[in-house]
């Protein structure tokens, strides 16, 4: 059984995804049959009136938990004054306040500069053209197993999912993808006792720049700092500053997509801060803006220095977001953050412990609120029908996980995810890993 065997929880969910298949373009996914209502927090109700929890949170955007009361009355602030004016052609103090904010928080030291984009893949597409125009380099390095979005130049740094480049090729030229340094699967041999970052960074350097790749063409690499549809990867230790030195020694921009870890998920503002390096240029969408469409791309002043007009976008920074990323801002800032923190360590303790319990959980990763359990077979292969039958299990219960990477599951809930529902959540996973357990044991 997959997750597309689901069944919806109501006549009335039936009909509207009946309807909806009629209708809308059929490349999306969608993970469940479920119909959505309304939401708050971390509870969310379907049109048949069924409650779930929601350990997804829209993919790792309503980072504020569903309609957080200050979002929603800054949204309706914004809204009563003006929709829309265009930022590429004039001025509002809401967007200049933003990008104040993002400045400050920017991981860092050298002032920045900020672009406004609607969305993860536009925010992507800013960064390799501004990677360009800056560096006048052609070449772009980029991860297996990174997702960085499905614009064309966007996709083309993308590396998690065949089905996302079947049929869409050729992409963007001179972009090479290099293994991401996952300490549970390594793909290149290394001695135990190295840094597996440091051995990628090695391959780079002594194997790619020297039989394919002239360094000196490369613009920029881009890297998620925690690996997000990939499979919730954390690298080791090493990686990011041998990353780091590499492109300082041959003049490469070091572009990371915070896009999915960013704004706190992870206990500080931006994950590459838990490695003390600093990137050139930081991209951020998701949760930005608590659910309302928002990117920014954030670069060194030195670096955005582009010409009027060589970059705009007509609804890029739109007044309604930048009102709701302020007020998300300020929610992340005055608690949310450190309530990721401590209870990202207290459910990552607990998963440890399913672990412990159950054969089929094969690795326990994250940090924060960015949380992952790699799914195995009995003799350590990725079991991505297990992990399937675990989402779809977990729905039946009323519980909303997602997968990630071959056979991960995820959970990047809300920020401000309570102690009660965590404990829900958490006991509806026991039950789900404890049925599935005994389903391949029977
Ligand atoms: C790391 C990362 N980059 C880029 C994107 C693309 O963002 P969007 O779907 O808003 O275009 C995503 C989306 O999942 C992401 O996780």
New binding site residues.
């Given amino acids: 059984m997959t997750t597309y065997d689901l069944q919806p929880h109501g006549a009335h969910a039936t009909r509207i995804i009946e309807e909806d298949h009629s209708l809308l373009s059929p490349s999306n996914t969608r993970a469940y049959p479920l119909v959505v209502s309304h939401a708050r927090g971390s509870e969310l109700w379907d049109v048949d009136g069924n409650r779930y929890i929601d350990m997804v949170a829209g993919?790792?955007v309503t980072a504020t938990g569903h309609c957080h009361p200050e979002v929603v009355a800054a949204i309706k602030e914004q809204a009563d004054r003006f929709l829309h004016v265009c930022l590429s052609d004039f001025y509002y103090e809401t967007a200049v306040e933003l990008a104040r904010k993002l400045a400050d928080i920017a991981p860092f030291k050298e002032n920045a500069r900020v672009f406004f984009t609607n969305?993860?893949?536009?925010?992507?597409e800013a960064a390799l053209k501004l990677a360009r125009y800056a560096t006048g380099r052609p070449r772009m390095l980029a991860f297996l197993g990174?997702?960085?979005?499905?614009?064309m130049g966007?996709l083309s740094l993308?590396s998690s999912k065949y089905r996302q480049q079947q049929g869409f090729a050729p992409g963007l030229p001179g972009v090479t993808h290099v293994p991401y340094p996952n300490p549970f699967r390594p793909i290149l041999q290394y001695n135990r006792f190295d840094d597996y970052g440091k051995v990628v960074v090695d391959y780079i350097e002594n194997v790619l720049f020297a039989t394919n790749v002239p360094a000196s063409e490369v613009a920029a690499v881009f890297v998620?700092p925690i690996q997000?549809?990939g499979g919730y990867i954390v690298p080791p230790p090493g990686f990011l500053p041998a990353l780091r030195r590499l492109c300082d020694n041959y003049g490469i921009l070091l572009v990371v997509?915070?896009?999915?870890?960013g704004l706190g998920r992870t206990g500080k503002w931006w994950a590459v801060e838990h490695s003390g390096i600093e990137p050139d240029m930081v991209?951020t969408?998701?949760g930005l803006a608590s659910g309302m469409?928002l990117?920014a791309l954030i670069a060194r002043e030195s670096l955005m220095q582009w010409e009027p007009g060589s970059h705009g976008s007509t609804f890029g920074g739109n007044p309604v977001s930048c009102a709701a990323a302020l007020a998300t801002l300020r929610l992340i800032e005055n608690g949310m953050m450190d309530n990721a923190a401590r209870m990202g360590e207290h459910i990552l303790s607990v998963l440890k412990g399913f672990q412990e319990r159950y054969s089929i959980v094969g690795d326990v990763r994250g940090r924060g609120l960015m949380l992952g359990i790699e799914i195995i077979t009995p003799d350590g292969a990725p079991a991505p029908h297990l992990r399937d039958e675990i989402v779809g299990e977990a729905y039946r219960q009323k519980l909303l996980i997602f997968g990630c990477g071959p056979s991960s599951v995820r959970l990047m809930p809300a920020l401000n995810l309570d102690a009660t529902l965590a404990e829900e959540a958490l006991d509806t996973l026991d039950r789900t890993l404890d049925a599935i357990q005994k389903s391949i044991q029977a």
């Fill in positions: 993919i790792a969305s993860g893949t536009e925010t992507v990174s997702f960085h979005g499905r614009s966007a993308t998620e997000g549809e997509d915070e896009i999915q870890s991209l969408a998701k469409p990117g």
